[in-house]
């Protein structure tokens, strides 16, 4: 049994995200990591990775994830709507982990900002950091064990 | 007679307050300097020069035309100069299909180039012997609106100019004044570096009077002390700078560069082992 990382959370949000039938339908401008290319249409979601600190216990290995999911629209409305569909699709989701057990996924925190396209136009931009906290045996090569006897003389 | 112990609640009270106060004192130090290291810092000085490679012997050929131009018309006049801008010529294009182009990058983003028209492209017809596409003359300069963009329309040679609303003419820009510097640090900084200096963006105070060039994000980041108040004992940790958000959260433009939150979760698993060993060695754990 090997450890895995980072890269099997960031697939099942993504997957969980595109295989979700409402946002696709409207989401013109797709799904990006990071930031989308130029002249990319709205709407349009992006996705990135916050922070990712490890904890190791005794026998297992926590991870917890911070995920930046944002939307992007041409106004207001439509901006909180597909927020809200996102927040539908990935809060208390089950995401299927290869290799890792998911415990929570849940958002955090919320922000709104006002942004500008490559014309000026304003873009309204929602959004949140999910949290999603995995736990995973360690090999048992990796596990620590104590063990103490204890010898009562009589 | 029975042992009695008066219990002085308050006292207790004030022993782990004070002990919550050092303790949150010290992770707001800790978050402060892990989140310095991971702010992001503008690239303001010379990076090492990259030398031009191009992509064929006739891409060589076209560059040097250009340079040769550049020279003939004045832009470019010292050996270094000449040096620089054949770096910032990238290869021929659309050989054998068309009008060779060679395009000028000139540093700066896009919004500045459609504030400024700055030169963007130059368009060569230089003569050759290659056969059917000989070209009898150097052409002009052309202004273009975007990075990279291609021939936009014939004029003169512009270069930080506005239009005047008013009038309709094109005037000259004045750099603004902010820091000025002398010539060993000028010799340090890239023209994205120079431009800042002038205008005040990046030239903040250090901490000993002496004015420090970049940096403003990773300086600003302080903590504000634990403060005892209705919810119990609180720090503030963040910055005051008015982009930060723009930096630790992706905007249509950018991907996030996270500093302040990664710095957090990174020191936060350590805060409670903290808190218990300080309790336990003041004799207010159990065990």
Known sequence: MSITGLAPIKQALVQTLRSNTALKAVL???IHEGFAPPKTAYPLLTYSVHYAPIDYLWGSMMLEVGFDVFVFAENSVDADNFDALVFAALH?????????????????????????????KKIYQVGGVYQVITDQPLPANRRSTISADAVIAS | MANTMRFNGARLKQRIRAI????????????????????PVRKLYKQKRRKYKSASSVGDFYVKAAVAHAERVGIVKSASQKRYYATQLQRT?????????????????????????????????????RGARDFASVDRFFSAHRVGAREHSRGEVRDFYNKDPKTGFMKPIKPQKGYTTNERVDAQLSSRGRYEV????????????????GGRLKKSITASGAQESTKGVTNNIGTDVEYAIYVEFPTSHNAAQPFLLPALHEQKRHLKPRLEEAFRQAGLKRG
Request: proline fraction near 3%; hydrophobic fraction near 35%.
């Open chain 1, 28 to 30: 013109t401008g797709g």
């Open chain 1, 92 to 120: 208390d989701a089950e995401l299927t982990v290869t290799g890792q057990s998911t415990l929570i996924c849940r958002r955090v925190s919320s922000l709104s900002l006002p942004d500008s396209n490559e014309e000026g």
């Open chain 2, 93 to 129: 294009t659309n050989l054998g299909r068309g009008d060779p182009v060679v395009k000028v990058r000139r540093p700066g983003n896009r919004n500045q180039a459609l504030k400024i028209g700055r030169i963007r492209t130059i368009k060569m017809k230089v003569k050759t012997d």
């Open chain 2, 198 to 213: 002038r205008s005040g963006r990046a030239a903040i105070e250090g901490e000993t009077g002496k004015i420090q060039i």
């Open chain 2, 20 to 39: 919550e106060v050092a303790i949150l004192n010290d992770f707001g130090v800790d978050v402060v300097r892990a989140a310095r290291a991971k702010a």
